[in-house]
C-alpha cells in the first residue's frame, strides 16, 4: 500500500511541512524568499562553502523518507555565477544506500559502488549569449550557472539510473540534501510522466494521457503568462538525457525535436516550415543512456510477415511400403514406428512435427545419396506444380536423423544382443537405438515421452518391450524385425527399474515403486499383443523387498525369480496372484545382491529340481541356488587378483579381504561373465576356479550380456559406453561412447571435420564428424566447462569453465597454451571472430572480455564490467558476431536491451530495448537468444521470452519484421545456414527448421527426439548436417541443399512463365484433354477446377521516344460475347482466361509484356478455360508493405440458418456502433462538400452525421469489411468483405447513399480486397485483390458489368485513378508504377499498359502508396519512408525526398499540399508548391524545394485518410481503432471516433442509467455517457488484461453527494476500485493469486464479490481494502459469473438481505443467503449439470452462465455445456428445473431484461437471439463480426448492449 498514497504524485515539501522543520533540518544560510516570476515563495540557499549550507530531508540520517516513485521532479534555479550540489540517498532491492549526487562544481561523471556523481550543465535565457554559444559548443560547458540562469524543472528517473550505472534495483528514496548555492520552489515524486508545458485542457483535446503523458500538478507548475511559451521562460531538463554535449553522462538540457521525444510531446508545437534533405542525415553515436532511458517515441514496427494457415482438406493415403517413418510432436498413437534393416533401405527415421494438431504419420525414402524428391510406392509428393493451395517448405522433411551419440539417460544397465548377435539394442533418453556391428549404422524406435528406464527382449529377439520413467510409467511392446509398436500401456506404477519377458514372448514382468515408495511386482499377459491385441495385467502384488533384478524362468513363464539388498525371492503366478518364498540365505542374508542368471545348456523337460540359478552381490559372492529345494546349494566368493609376478597372475577364490563389488552376471552353456564395480569385464568357468579372459576400462561396469552364439560379451559402463568383446580374436571394440550428463555446448571445425563437445560431467571431448568416433578427452575434475569455441584457421580450441577461467587448448600439440582468469562468474558466452584475430567471452556476472589473438600469445586488449545481462541461462550463446567480424552483439546490460558494439574496439554503437516492440503485448518482454544473418543481409535475429523472433536490422535497431509463436516455450538456441535461406530454433525439446524468407504458408518444420531441453544446435559450414545438443548428440542430415536444384521447379518464379517448357506443359494438357474427351463412360468423377485469371508479368522495358505513345495496345483483348444483364449479383466466376500466353519474339527494340485481359465469354469458352488452369504457380507470400489487408483471425462462423423477424415486428433495432476498425485499410470515407461520412466495424457499415452523431447501419456482409471507397458525386459507395457462407468469391457490395439500400452485389476476386476507386468521371470502378488474389478489374460504373480483369505475377500494393486525365490509371507494386490507359470504344474496353521501374537512387524499395496531383504530377511513397514525384506526361520520376523513417502508406493530394500517412503514426503536411516547376528540370530537381509544413504524431498506424480540398482539415484512422479529425490550421487532433483495441469483456451501468462503463483486454476502463455515448473517462493500467467489471449500487455521501465508484478485476489477481467523480483509483487490492474473472457488489455496495480463475471466491470490503473471507467451494474451476440480488426476508426462509450466486466452468452453479453486517454467509443451493460423454467436445468449451430471473427472483436461469443445447430454469424453492428453452447451439453470453420477460442469448455463430419468454417468440439478429461473447440490458430494460471482440452494438428495445 505504500505506493497507493504516494499516487499520483506526492508533495515533498507540503508532505514533510518544511516550514515547521520538524521533520526536515536545515544548515547555514536557508531562508524563504519571495521569486518574481513563479510569484510565490521559495527557499533560498546560499553560502561559501556548499557541505555547510544545505536543506535536508528527512531531520537525521537515521530516518527515511520512504518515497517510492520513480521519477524525482525537482523545482530549482541555480545561482548566478556559483557552483551548487545536491545529494540525493537512494535504497535498492537489496537494501543497499547508493548516492546520487549531480553538481556544476564537477568535470566529469565519476561512480563507485555506492555514489554517482553526474555534472549538471546550466541552461541560460532565450537569445542570451551563453544560450547561443551552447548551440554549437560540444564541451567545456560545465561550470558556473550563467548569469541568464533560469528556474528549471529538472526530471531524474531513479529506477533507469540504478539499473543502467549499477545494475542495481530501485526501491525508495531514502533522504535529499540540497546544498548551496540554488533557490528551490519545491520536489515531489510520481510514477507518472509529467511534461510542465502541457495544460490540462490540452491534455482534454489531444488526449496525451492515453499515451503516458500527464500535465504539471497545478501545485506544481511554473506560471505562464498568457500568449507565452512555457520553453521560452523555463527549462525542463530530464535526465536520462538526450542532449549531444560533452561530457556524456551529463545532466543537461536534451533537444526538443518531436522527433526525439515524442512520446512526451506527442503533437508537436507547430514549426516553420522546414527543409527537408534528400539524404538521410548522420546520425552520430548514442550513449548509452540515450539508447535506453531517454524518453522515446514507441518502436516502429514493419508489418509481419504472417498468414493465416489454409485449410486443408484430408487425404488418404496408400498404405505404407516404406521402411522409414516421420512421426510427429506429442505422438501417442500405436503407429509409432521403427525402421528395420532392409538392404535397399538406410534404415534411419525422421523425427518431426508440423504446426497442426493432426498427427500424421508419413511415408518417405531420403537417402543421403539419393535424390530426395525420389518418389516411393504407395506415397505420393504432391509438388506446387500440381496443387498451390498450401505451400509450404521442401523437401519434408528437410531433416533426417542419422546418427546420435549417447546411451542411458535413466539407467546404463540396458545393452541387448539382437538378430543373432550381430544388432546391438539400446536406449538413448526418449528413444531405443538399434546399431548394427559390422557397419555402425543406427535405427531408432521412437514413441517415448520421456527417458526410457529399462528394456527387456523375449527368446529370439523379436518382441521387445520398453518402459519409460513418469508417473505413472508407460510400457511399449514392439514387434522388432519391422519396428511397429504392438501396444502402449500404463504401468501401474511409478518408475519401472526392471523388465523380463518370457522365452515365448507371452509374459511380461516387471517391477518398480508405487507413489509411497513400496516395491510393486506386475506380470502381464502378452500372448496377443502380436494379434493386435492389448497386454492385461495378471497379478499384481506389493512387497517391502528390495528388488534389483526380476527375471522369468525360461522353463515356465508362470515363475519368476527376483534379487535385491538382503534377499533372493522365487515368485509363482497362480490364480490371479502373484505370491513370493524368499531363499533361506542362512550367513548371506545381508548381502546386496545385484543380479542373476540361469545355468544355461539343459533341455527345458528337465524337471525344476536340475535347475541352477546364480546370483551375484557387491561382496564378490555368487550363490548357486537350487530351484527346486529353494537353498543354497553352492557359494563362493570373488577375489581381486594378488600380482605374484610380473606375467602371471593367481585368482583366490575366498580370502579374508574384500571381495570384487559384482554388479552383473551372464552365463553361457561354457562359460560366466561378469561386471564389476572395478571396471573389470571378466570371463569365468562354470566353478569360477580362474579367470580365462578380461577387460580393463577405466569405469564401473553396470551390466554384461553374452551373445547367443557365444562368440562376443557385450558390456555397459555407468559412464555411457558400450563394449564388445570377441572372445575368439580377444579384440574389443567400443559400440558407442558418450558423455555422463548433459552435453553443453559444442563447435564445429569446417577444415579437419571434427566436434567438440562440453559437458555437465566436467569432460572436454573431440569427435570425428564423419564417422562420430571419439579422438581426444579432456577432464577437469574440480571444474565444469560451460562454453566451446573452435580457432576458424589453427587446430585449437577455447574452452569456458564455470569457475571464469577460460583455457587455450592445443590439439595438435594436446596441451594446455593459454590460461586466463579476468572472469569471476561461469562463462556464458565464448567465440572467435570470423578471421581469428580476436576472441570474445563473457561470464554470468555481465563481465565482457575482448582478446587479441593475431600474435603468437593471446593478450586481454579490453575489459567491460556490467554489460552482458548478469544471467547464466543466456549461454551458452551470450555473445554473436556478424559475419564480416564488424559487429559483437549480447544480450545486456539488462534482460530487455540487445547492445551491439565494434567488435575491435567494443566501442558501443546501438542499444534496442526490445520489451517494448510489440505494442500489443501485456508484459515486457526479454530477450533471450541472438544471433547475427548470414553477410550481406546485415539482420540481427533476437528471441524473446513471449516465443518470438525478432528480426532487427543491425545498423539502425529497426524491427524488419517479427515470427510469433515460435515454441511453446522459450526458445533455448537459433541459427542460421550459411547460406541465409534457413533458421534453426530449438525449443520445446524440439528444433524446428524456418524458411528465413517466410515464402510459404508452412513456412517450418518441427523435429522431435531430444528427451531434455536443447541446449544448442547448428549447421556444419558446409550445411550438410545440423547437430543438436542436450541429452545427447543428435547428427542429421539436411536434406535442404540436395533440394535446391528440385525447389527451383517446384516453385516456379515470374521469369519462367513464358519459357518453352511451360508452354509444352500448356500443351500436354490440352492434348490430355483432347484425348480423354470420348464417349467411353468416365471411370472416375471429374473433380471441378477454380478459374482464375492468368498470372500477368509485366516486364521492366526501356522508356520510348518521347516522341511516341509510351502505351501499346494490348494483343490478347478478346470482344465481349455475352454481356451479364439485369442480375443483382454479377458472379466473377463466369469470367474465364484466354487462351495460352503468346511466346515473345526476340527482337532489337524492347518488348512491353501485354496484358492478359479477362472479360465475359459464353459458357463453352468458359470450361474450356476451367480445363486450362492450375499451371500458373505462385507463392503468395505477403509482402514488405502494410497496405495489405489481412483479416483477423475468428474461430467462429457465421451462422448456417436463423430465425430473421419481420421488420415490423421487430423487437430490436440497432441503435449505436462504439468502435471503428483499425484492421481495415481505407475503410473510412468523407466527402467535405455534402458531409457524407462513414467508416466500417467489424461487418456492419456506419453511416454518421458528424454534427449530430447519429448513425445509420447498413448491414449484409458477411465478413470482416476491408475497405470502401465512395464516388466523387457522393451517390454511390463500394464495400468490400471476404467471402459468405457458401460463397467462393468475396463480396463487393454496391449501394445507393441516397436510398440507403444495396442496390448489386459483385463477386469476383478470390481472397479480400485491398483498394477501390471511381475515375473522375465515376463511370468506371476499379477494384484490387491483395498479395494472393493480386487482380485488378475494371467495372461498369453505371451496369457494374465487368468489363476488364488482369492478374499480376506480384503483389501490387495501390491503385488510383488519374484526377485530370480521364481513363488514366495507375498502380504501384515492387519497385514499379504502372500506368495503364482505356480506351471505350462502344460496348468494348481497351487497355494499353507502360510499366515504369523507380529510380535507382531510390534503392531496392516496395511502392506502397500513390495519389494523383493536378498538372501531370504523381506522388508515391516507399516502404523506406520516401515519396517520388512523376511526370505522368513522360512517364518518369523527376524527383523523390525521404519524408520518414518508415513506410508511407497514405498519401493525399490537392493543389499544392500534401499529406502523407505512414507506420511511425506520423500524420504529415507538405507544401508542394515548387514541384510542379521543377517538373520541367528533370533530374536536376532538388527535393530541398519541399517544405514539411507541420507533423502531428497519433495513436497508430495511418490506415486510412481524407482531407478536403484546401487541405486544411481531414479525418484519419489509425489501426489502434481510432478516427481523429485533423485541423492543420489550429494544429488540433480531437478523436472523433475510439473504441477498444482488443476483445471487450465486461459492460457494466450506474444505477441512474446515466452512464455505463466498458473494459477489455487492452487493460482500459472506459466509462461513457449513455446519451450520446461519449466518453467521458478512461482508466489505462498498462501491461494487464481487465477481465470483469462491476458498477457499485447507488451510495449518497455525508456531504449528500452522490459517489459513483467501479471496481475492476484484472489479470495479475488485482482489484481496482474508480472513483467516476474523481476521475482517479481510489483503492487497489489484491485478493487473488491469478486472474479475476467475474465481480459483483452486495445490494448496499459496501462488500465486494470477486471470483478468480483458480475458483476461489474472495470477500472483501471496499472501504478497508481487506479481504476477510474466501469461499473455496469451486476450487480449481475457474468463476464465470458472479450475480447479486436483494432478497426479501419472507423469500426462502433464511435470513439475510443478499441473495447471490456463482457460476463456475465445471457447469456448478451455487446460490448463497448473507447478511454482512453479522458477517454470514450461508450456501443454500448446489446445482451441478451433466456434460455429455461423447468423443466430440466443443474448444474453447461454452461458458457456464446462471442469473436470477428479474420476474421472479426464486428462479436463476442457466446455461453451458450441457446435454443438451437449451437454458434451464430453476426453481430455488421447489429445487428443480420448471422449464426449458431449446436453443439452436451452445450459448456464449446471456442476459434477462429486467423491464420484461426477455431473454438475450449470444453464440459464437455470430448470432444474437431474443426470446419472448411469455410469448414463446424468437428472433435472430446478425451484424456481429465475430462470437457474441457479452450481451447485457440495461437497468431500465430499453436497450440491450452486445460485444463481438472490440465492438461494441447497442440495440434499442422496442416493448410494446
Known sequence: MARVWQHPYLNVFKH??????????????????????????????????????????????????????????????????????????????????????????????????????????????????????????????VGLAPSSVRWTCLMLDLRYILSLYLNRGYSHLKSVKLCANLLVKNLFTSDLLFDPAVTFSEVQQSRRALHGVSPMPREMAFPVPKGENWHDLYDYVRFPSDGSKMPFDSIQKGTLN??????????????????????????????????????????????????????????????????????????????????????????????????????????????????????????????????????????????????????????????????????????????????????????????????????????????????????????????????????????????????????????????????????????????????????????????????????????DDTRMVSCGRDNVRLWRVRSGSLRSCPVNLGEYRSLDFTDLDFE??????????????????????????????????????????????????????????????????????????????????????????????????????????????????????????????????????TIMRSHADSVSAFSVEGCQKQLVTVSQDNSIRIWNLESMQQLYEFTASDETPCAVSFHPSQHIFACGFDTGVVRTISLATSKLLEEHKQHRGPITGLTFSPDGNFMYSCCSHGTLTLYNCAIQKSHIVRILVNVVSPDAGHGPDALSVSCDGRLLSFVGPSQYIVTLMDAHTLDELLRIDVSILDLDSTALDAAMR????????????????????????????????????????????????????????????????????????????????HSEPIRQVRFTPDQRQVISVGDAIFLWDFLGVFAEESSKDEIHSSESLNSPEVESDLEQLQEDVTSRATDSPRQLVPVPTVVSPPCLELSSIQRLAED??????????????????????IDGNKVSSAPGLKEAICSQEPLLAKPEVIQPHNQAANESGKENKGSVPETNVRPDCYRHFCPRFKASAPAKAFSSPLTSNEVLKLKTVIGYNGNGRGNMV???????????????????????????????????????????????LASASGQGSGDSRCQIRIWSVQDKACRKVLFHHETQVQAMAYSRDDRLLVTLGDYVDRVLALWNAHTYDLMSSTRFSEPVHEVAFSLTSVGHLACVGKGTVTFWLTEQQGADISLKVHKVPIPDAVGPAELTS?????????????????????????????????????????????????????????????????????????????????????????????????????MDMGIVGTTAGTLWYINWAENTSIRLISGHKNKVNEVAFSPQESHCATC????????????????????????????????????????????????????????????????????????????????????????????????????????????????????????????????????????????????????????????????????????????????????????????????????????????????????????QVIEKISLPSFAMSLSLSPAAKIIAVGFSERLLRLIDHKARTEQDYVGHDDAVGLCRFTPSGKCLFTASYNEILIWEVQIR
Request: aromatic share 8%; proline share 4%; with cysteine.
Open 1410 to 1510: 500513390l495519389c494523383y496531383s493536378t498538372g501531370c504530377l504523381l506522388y508515391t511513397g516507399t516502404n523506406t519512408g520516401q515519396i517520388c514525384a512523376w511526370d505522368t506526361e513522360t512517364n518518369r520520376c523527376f524527383m523523390t525526398w525521404e519524408a520518414v523513417d518508415g513506410e508511407i502508406g497514405i498519401l493525399q493530394c490537392h493543389g499544392n499540399k500534401l499529406v502523407s500517412g505512414s507506420n511511425t503514426k506520423k500524420i504529415q503536411l507538405w507544401s508542394v508548391v515548387a514541384v510542379q516547376e521543377l517538373r520541367v528540370k528533370g533530374s536536376s530537381a532538388s527535393s530541398s524545394s519541399v517544405l514539411l509544413e507541420q507533423e502531428m504524431t497519433l495513436d497508430g498506424t495511418i490506415v486510412s485518410a481524407m482531407f478536403d480540398n484546401c
Open 16 to 141: 514533510f511541512k518544511v516550514e515547521e522543520w520538524k521533520r526536515s533540518t536545515k544548515e547555514g544560510d536557508v531562508t524563504t524568499s519571495m521569486d518574481k516570476a513563479l510569484k510565490g515563495t521559495v527557499y533560498r540557499i546560499s553560502g561559501a562553502v556548499p557541505a555547510s549550507n544545505y536543506l535536508q530531508l528527512p531531520k537525521t540520517s537515521t530516518q527515511s523518507l520512504g518515497l517510492t516513485g520513480r521519477y524525482l521532479y525537482i523545482l530549482f534555479k541555480p545561482a548566478p555565477a556559483k557552483y551548487f550540489v545536491v545529494h540525493l540517498d537512494v535504497a535498492t532491492e537489496d537494501s543497499q544506500v547508493v548516492r546520487i549526487s549531480f553538481s556544476n562544481l564537477f568535470k566529469e561523471f565519476k561512480s563507485t559502488a555506492t555514489w554517482l556523481q553526474f555534472p549538471f550543465i546550466c541552461g541560460a535565457a532565450k537569445g542570451s549569449v551563453y544560450e547561443k554559444t551552447a548551440k554549437t559548443s560540444k564541451r567545456d560547458l
Open 1560 to 1775: 477489455g483486454e487492452d487493460g482500459s476502463v472506459r466509462v461513457w455517457s449513455l446519451a450520446s455515448m461519449e466518453l467521458v473517462v478512461q482508466f489505462q493500467v498498462l501491461n494487464q488484461s481487465c477481465l470483469c467489471l462491476a458498477w457499485s449500487p447507488k451510495s449518497v455521501l455525508v456531504t449528500g453527494t452522490e459517489s459513483e465508484r467501479i471496481v475492476a478485476g484484472y489479470s495479475d489477481g488485482t482489484l481496482r476500485v474508480f472513483s467516476i467523480s474523481r476521475t482517479e483509483m481510489e483503492l487497489k487490492m489484491h485478493p487473488h493469486a491469478v486472474a479475476v474473472t467475474a465481480l459483483g457488489y452486495s445490494a448496499d455496495g459496501e462488500i465486494i464479490l470477486s471470483g478468480g480463475k483458480d475458483g476461489l471466491v474472495a470477500i472483501s470490503s471496499p472501504r478497508t481494502g481487506m479481504t476477510f473471507r474466501v469461499l473455496t467451494d469451486h476450487r480449481s474451476s475457474p468463476i464465470h459469473v458472479i450475480q447479486n440480488t436483494r432478497k426479501q426476508h419472507s423469500e426462502l426462509g433464511v435470513e439475510g438481505d443478499d441473495l447471490w450466486l456463482a457460476a463456475s466452468a465445471d457447469r456448478r452453479v451455487s446460490v448463497w443467503v448473507s447478511d454482512w453486517m453479522k458477517d454470514k454467509c450461508e450456501l443454500i443451493d448446489w446445482l451441478s449439470f451433466p456434460a455429455p460423454t461423447g468423443p466430440e467436445v466443443p474448444s474453447p468449451l461454452p461458458p457456464s452462465l446462471a442469473a436470477f430471473c428479474p420476474w421472479d427472483k426464486s428462479i436463476l436461469a442457466y446455461v453451458g455445456y450441457g446435454l443438451q443445447k437449451e437454458i434451464l430454469f430453476y426453481s430455488l424453492q421447489q429445487k
Open 258 to 555: 518531436p522527433a526525439t521525444v515524442a512520446h512526451v510531446e506527442d503533437h508537436p508545437i507547430s514549426q516553420l516550415p522546414k527543409e527537408v534533405t534528400l539524404s538521410k542525415p548522420v546520425r552520430d553515436r548514442v550513449s548509452l543512456i540515450q539508447q535506453i532511458t531517454s524518453p522515446r517515441e514507441r518502436p516502429r514496427q514493419s508489418p509481419l510477415l504472417t498468414k493465416d494457415v489454409p485449410k486443408i482438406a484430408r487425404t488418404v493415403s496408400a498404405p505404407l511400403q516404406t521402411d522409414r517413418t516421420c512421426f510427429r510432436e506429442g505422438l501417442q498413437s500405436r503407429s509409432d514406428s521403427f525402421l528395420p534393416s532392409s538392404p535397399a533401405d538406410d534404415g534411419s527415421i525422421h523425427v518431426y512435427a508440423h504446426k497442426d494438431d493432426g498427427v500424421t504419420v508419413h511415408a518417405v525414402s531420403v537417402d543421403s545419396d539419393e535424390n530426395p524428391y525420389t518418389q516411393t510406392t504407395g506415397s505420393k509428393v504432391i509438388s506446387a506444380r500440381s496443387s498451390t493451395r498450401c505451400l509450404k517448405l521442401l523437401p519434408d522433411p528437410i531433416l533426417k536423423l542419422r546418427k546420435i551419440i549417447g546411451f542411458g539417460g535413466c539407467s546404463t544397465r540396458w545393452a541387448l544382443w539382437a538378430a543373432g548377435g550381430s544388432v546391438v539394442v539400446y536406449p538413448c533418453h526418449a528413444l531405443i537405438i538399434a546399431i548394427a556391428l559390422d557397419s555402425g549404422k543406427q535405427t531408432f524406435l521412437a514413441g517415448h515421452t520421456d527417458k526410457v528406464s529399462a528394456l527387456a527382449f523375449n527368446g529370439n529377439s523379436t518382441l521387445l518391450a520398453s518402459a519409460q520413467i513418469g508417473q505413472p510409467s508407460v510400457m511399449r511392446l514392439w514387434d522388432f524385425p519391422t519396428g511397429k509398436c504392438l501396444c502402449m500401456f500404463k504401468a501401474g506404477m511409478h518408475s519401472v527399474s526392471c523388465l523380463s519377458l518370457s522365452y515365448s514372448g507371452g509374459v511380461l514382468c516387471g517391477t518398480g515403486k508405487d507413489k509411497h515408495g513400496k516395491t510393486v511386482v506386475v506380470v502381464w499377459n502378452t500372448i496377443n499383443v502380436n494379434h493386435g491385441g492389448e497386454a492385461v495385467m495378471l497379478a499384481k502384488a506389493h512387497t517391502d523387498v528390495d528388488i534389483q533384478t526380476i527375471k522369468i524362468a525360461f522353463f
Open 930 to 1009: 541472438l544471433c547475427f544473418a548470414p553477410f550481406p543481409l546485415g539482420h540481427l535475429l533476437v528471441t524473446t521470452s513471449s516465443q518470438k523472433v525478432l528480426v532487427l536490422d543491425a545498423k539502425t535497431g529497426r524491427l524488419i519484421r517479427v515470427i510469433s509463436q515460435v515454441h511453446k516455450q522459450s526458445c533455448s538456441s537459433l541459427s542460421m545456414s550459411p547460406d541465409a535461406r534457413y533458421l534453426l530454433t530449438a525449443g520445446d525439446r524440439a528444433i524446428k527448421v524456418w524458411d528465413y524468407g517466410m515464402r510459404f504458408d508452412i513456412n517450418s518444420q518441427v523435429f522431435i527426439g
Open 1230 to 1276: 468523407w466527402n467535405p462538400d455534402t458531409g457524407f461520412f462513414a467508416y466500417s466495424c467489424g461487418c456492419v457499415l456506419i453511416v454518421e452525421d458528424l454534427h449530430s452523431g447519429a448513425q445509420q447501419h447498413w448491414l449484409g456482409h458477411p465478413e470482416e469489411i476491408s475497405t470502401l471507397v465512395v464516388s466523387h458525386d457522393a451517390q454511390v
Open 600 to 733: 544355461a545348456g539343459q533341455s527345458s523337460q528337465c524337471e525344476p529340481d536340475d535347475r541352477t540359478l546364480f546370483v551375484c552381490s557387491r561382496s564378490g559372492h555368487v550363490l548357486e541356488i537350487d530351484y527346486k529345494n529353494v537353498t543354497i546349494r553352492n557359494a563362493r566368493r570373488l577375489m581381486p587378483t594378488e600380482v605374484q609376478h610380473s606375467h602371471r597372475r593367481e585368482k583366490q577364490t575366498f580370502n579374508s579381504g574384500p571381495g570384487i563389488a559384482l554388479n552383473s552376471i551372464c552365463l553361457s552353456s561354457s562359460f560366466c561373465a561378469t561386471a564389476s564395480e572395478d571396471g573389470y569385464l571378466r570371463l569365468w568357468p562354470l566353478d569360477f576356479s580362474e579367470v580365462f579372459l578380461e577387460a580393463e576400462h577405466d569405469y564401473p561396469l553396470s551390466s554384461v550380456r553374452i551373445s547367443p552364439d557365444n562368440l562376443k560379451v557385450l558390456c555397459t559402463t555407468a559412464t555411457g559406453n558400450v563394449g564388445c568383446l570377441d572372445i575368439q580374436s580377444k579384440d574389443y571394440c
Open 1108 to 1129: 511516341k505513345d509510351p502505351f501499346s495496345e494490348s494483343e490478347e483483348e478478346k470482344e465481349v460475347n455475352q454481356k451479364v444483364k439485369g442480375r443483382e449479383v
